[in-house]
T-cell receptor, first 116, second 117 residues
Framework: AQTVTQSQPEMSVQEAETVTLSCTYDTSESNYYLFWYKQPPSRQMILVIRQEAYKQQNATENRFSVNFQKAAKSFSLKISDSQLGDTAMYFCAFMKHGGGADGLTFGKGTHLIIQP | GAVVSQHPSRVICKSGTSVKIECRSLDFQATTMFWYRQFPKQSLMLMATSNEGSKATYEQGVEKDKFLINHASLTLSTLTVTSAHPEDSSFYIC?????????????FGEGSWLTVV
């Protein structure tokens, strides 16, 4: 079974600052996917970024980037130039490669607050 | 991008009654859908995996006779909470996988708030 750990229950930064959310995971799988999801107060789950474990290059989506360290089983999310709209719960998630019947395993989440 | 629609977004039912929540993939076929439950200020907990044309696979500790899942077509899965009790009140979210050949992208519905009174 997989586990995903987010050790920061809550973080708060000023607008325009850079913030890094941490995530570690444990798995015996060699190939898998990692995700960061954002959940604003509306509760809609929004995919922020995803990383295939077999790719060495860190994924980037505009202001969002990850630092994927496969050997350390670490998958942190960096948000640059943070905006008020980034305030939300952020969940790190794991999924085995090959899909099939396996869903996402989520961490407990980090509540990110962007202060004006 | 792909859209998953969940209905109703909010429902209130009386204790002892049953309530059905629908999850539809609007522009893709989903052979596999997933149902999650989220308690306040907590993470999403996978309840079951819904497979088109076959029985759902339930996670340990989830009562399959209480949470009935039906995946009758490639675009629709339903979750029926039977004989609902106040402790079943929660936020339920479905998700759908956009096929095996598309990088295993998973899309989420908007979620459904269930309140049992």
């Amino acid at each position: 079974a997989q586990t995903v750990t987010q050790s920061q229950p809550e973080m708060s930064v000023q607008e325009a600052e850079t913030v890094t959310l941490s995530c570690t995971y444990d798995t015996s799988e060699s190939n898998y996917y990692l995700f960061w999801y954002k959940q604003p107060p509306s509760r809609q789950m929004i995919l922020v970024i995803r990383q295939e474990a077999y790719k060495q290059q860190n994924a980037t989506e505009n202001r969002f980037s990850v630092n994927f360290q496969k050997a350390a089983k670490s998958f942190s999310l960096k948000i640059s130039d943070s905006q008020l709209g980034d305030t939300a719960m952020y969940f790190c998630a794991f999924m085995k490669h090959g899909g099939g019947a396996d869903g996402l395993t989520f961490g407990k989440g980090t509540h990110l607050i962007i202060q004006p | 991008g792909a859209v998953v629609s969940q209905h109703p977004s909010r429902v209130i039912c009386k204790s002892g009654t049953s309530v059905k929540i629908e999850c539809r993939s609007l522009d893709f076929q989903a052979t596999t859908m997933f149902w999650y439950r989220q308690f306040p200020k907590q993470s999403l907990m996978l309840m079951a995996t819904s497979n088109e044309g076959s029985k759902a696979t339930y996670e340990q500790g989830v009562e399959k006779d209480k949470f009935l899942i039906n995946h009758a077509s490639l675009t629709l899965s339903t979750l029926t909470v039977t004989s609902a009790h106040p402790e079943d009140s929660s936020f339920y979210i479905c998700s759908a996988r956009e096929g095996e050949g598309s990088g295993n992208t998973i899309y989420f519905g908007e979620g459904s708030w269930l309140t049992v009174v």
